[in-house]
T-cell receptor
Framework: GAVVSQHPSWVICKSGTSVKIECRSL??????MFWYRQFPKQSLMLMAT?????????EQGVEKDKFLINHASLTLSTLTVTSAHPEDSSFYIC????????????FGPGTRLTVT | KNQVEQSPQSLIILEGKNCTLQ??????????LRWYKQDTGRGPVSLTI?????NTKSNGRYTATLDADTKQSSLHITASQLSDSASYIC????????????FGTGTRLTVIP
């Protein structure tokens, strides 16, 4: 159990366009979902934390108007990269946590975004 | 400052050999420590998670240790296989906050035949 999926697994878009990435918890209800970004040979960097039904909390330095996060249900969170630029090219990973007492975060397989 | 440091940065070993990866942390107040395996282009997969009271935990050929006094952890891999080639990330959780996970930069392990 505890499977998290992401869609798409990879996407190429043109500079200036917007891209939406979905994160789903397949077999549990995720009260909290997290979005990370990972550049080559670097570790994961937390971008934002989202709780179902409320606004996301963004980490310092992450533009909330550029990275729109929606957590409309207990099994789905979306990250929309608006007006994408080549420097937004990265590996985006979501994770989900179910239940306030749960330590565990389950990570999705990641989405490779390339902006040309 | 809450930090997680891993060593070595990279490691190459022969198939069948054992290896040990290290993790030192300064995260406080400590909640838990996890080891993840991340294949290239994939999301991290949990190997072990330990809380303050646990000093060792195994998952197949992976054995993690935790010394909460010295704030050190290790991940020992026995009888390595080619499929063990991946990055191994140490992640330390802090007690407070919605998400207080601090990530190490990982150790890149390459197992060669």
């Amino acid at each position: 159990g505890a499977v998290v999926s992401q869609h798409p697994s990879w996407v190429i878009c043109k500079s200036g366009t917007s891209v939406k990435i979905e994160c789903r918890s397949l077999d549990f209800q995720a009260t909290t979902m997290f979005w990370y970004r990972q550049f080559p040979k670097q570790s994961l960097m937390l971008m934002a934390t989202s709780n179902e039904g409320s606004k996301a909390t963004y980490e310092q330095g992450v533009e909330k108007d550029k990275f729109l996060i929606n957590h409309a249900s207990l099994t789905l969170s979306t990250l929309t990269v608006t007006s994408a630029h080549p420097e937004d090219s990265s590996f985006y990973i979501c994770s989900a946590r179910g239940g306030q007492d749960s330590y565990e975060q389950y990570f999705g397989p990641g989405t490779r975004l390339t902006v040309t | 400052k809450n930090q997680v440091e891993q060593s070595p940065q990279s490691l190459i070993i022969l198939e069948g050999k054992n290896c040990t990866l290290q993790c030192n942390y300064t995260v406080s107040p400590f909640s838990n420590l996890r080891w993840y395996k991340q294949d290239t282009g994939r999301g991290p997969v949990s190997l072990t998670i330990m809380t303050f009271s646990e000093n060792t935990k195994s998952n197949g050929r992976y054995t993690a240790t935790l010394d909460a006094d010295t704030k050190q952890s290790s991940l020992h891999i026995t009888a390595s296989q080619l499929s063990d080639s991946a990055s191994y990330i140490c992640v330390v959780g802090r007690q407070t906050g919605a998400n207080n996970l601090f990530f190490g930069t990982g150790t890149r392990l390459t197992v060669i035949p």
